[in-house]
């Protein structure tokens, strides 16, 4: 499937769509993730070098993009003889099903209760702690531990970010600056509430957003994996193949939702019984 | 080169958290790219099937989860 500016295909603005929400959403927990630690250490040692580390790794992270970014966009792998599309499909697929089924799985587990919710107050404390105990004492007007800080958490997440984006990207011609779209949104949305706050963004509802996020990924992998390899769907003869798409995020959020309800009765039972 | 190692960490982590779950979910696709394709008068349900296959890994991995954490 090919998404040029003009012309798109039936069923595109799904695609589309979906892509950059998924982008945004998937960029958003690890943007909140990146904003709780460069708040910590700025809090406790100053913003002057956190804030230069953290920009120091997006503008690496930024030329990294700008370089590879272009390349890839312009690589019509479908047409490669000897990569064939359906063998794209089958990869992306299988990625974004790795994803997917990872974050819904943990998304499950986390609202059933049997693995705690990440708290990003705790993260907080945490990280300001040992950024008080990294070098006690005065803190110098350029400070390593807090340039380090800010680099290295911005650097991780960001880097999980591009992925984020490729995986997103690869699933068609034309997607990647949708999926990059959704990631700078990301950043904008989060690096302003930061500015605004100036308090880790604890009441993101992160499980939830991991939990659609995990329901999306896991459809939109089932089926570039089912396309890839050539499965059919039960969708009647004119309408599009992408209407499962639709059908497979409402089966698996009632999977998930099943499984939260079956593993909180679980847990329900065995108190009782101690 | 720790922040490398970290990155390279996180990144792997991004796809695979459990062992076992993502080896099933692999397994299950390639057995499901061979063999669907195949399954002659199974076409038009082997979207649903792949599906079916790959919600059955995700059950028996939470389920599992939740029996050894009681």
């Known amino acids: ?27 958003l927990v690890e943007c909140v993730e990146a904003l709780t630690v460069v708040l910590a250490v700025g809090c406790v040692r100053g913003w002057r070098s956190v804030l230069a580390g953290a920009a120091a790794a997006l503008a690496l992270l930024t030329a990294i993009v700008g370089v590879l970014g272009p390349a890839l966009a312009r690589i019509p792998l479908h047409r490669l003889a000897l990569v064939p599309f359906h063998v794209v499909q089958l ?6 099903l790795l994803f997917g089924l990872r974050w819904l799985r943990k998304a499950i587990l986390r609202s059933a209760g049997l693995v705690p919710l990440h708290d990003e107050r705790a993260a907080f404390a945490q990280k300001a702690a040992a950024m008080r105990e990294a070098s006690p004492g005065s803190i110098a007007r350029w400070d390593k531990f ?7 958490i911005t650097m991780l997440e960001g880097t999980e970010v591009v992925f984020i984006v490729l995986a997103f990207g690869a699933g068609g ?52 994996v089912g396309e890839g390899a050539g ?3 039960p969708i009647p003869g004119s309408a599009s193949p992408d209407l499962a798409i ?8 009632g999977v998930a939702l099943f499984l939260v309800s079956i593993c909180r009765l679980q847990a329900r039972i065995v108190g009782e019984e101690n | 080169m720790r922040w490398l190692r970290s990155i390279a960490r996180e990144v792997i982590r991004l796809f695979v958290d459990d062992g ?22 199974w076409t038009r349900v082997a979207g649903p099937v ?12 939470v389920l599992r989860y939740s029996r050894r954490s009681r």
């Open chain 1, 146 to 152: 807090a340039f380090s800080a800010g680099f290295n």
């Open chain 2, 50 to 61: 792949l599906f079916a296959g790959l919600a059955a890994i995700l059950v028996a991995s």
């Open chain 1, 246 to 253: 639709p059908c497979m995020a409402a089966a698996y959020l």
């Open chain 1, 173 to 224: 011609a034309g997607l990647l600056l949708p999926a990059s779209l959704g990631a700078v949104a990301a950043l904008l949305v989060v690096a302003a509430l930061g500015l605004v706050l100036h308090s880790p963004l604890a009441r993101v509802p992160e499980n939830t957003l991991k939990f659609l996020v995990g329901v999306l990924l896991s459809a939109f992998g089932t089926f570039w």
């Open chain 1, 1 to 27: 499937m090919h998404f040029g500016v003009a012309g798109l295909e039936s069923g595109a603005w799904t695609w589309l769509g979906t892509t950059v929400v998924s982008s945004f959403l998937a960029s």
């Open chain 1, 231 to 233: 499965l059919a769907w």
């Open chain 1, 91 to 96: 990869v992306v697929g299988a990625l974004i």
């Open chain 2, 20 to 41: 076992s779950f993502a080896i099933a979910i692999l397994a299950w696709l390639a057995l499901a790219a061979v063999v669907l394709p195949r399954a002659g008068l």
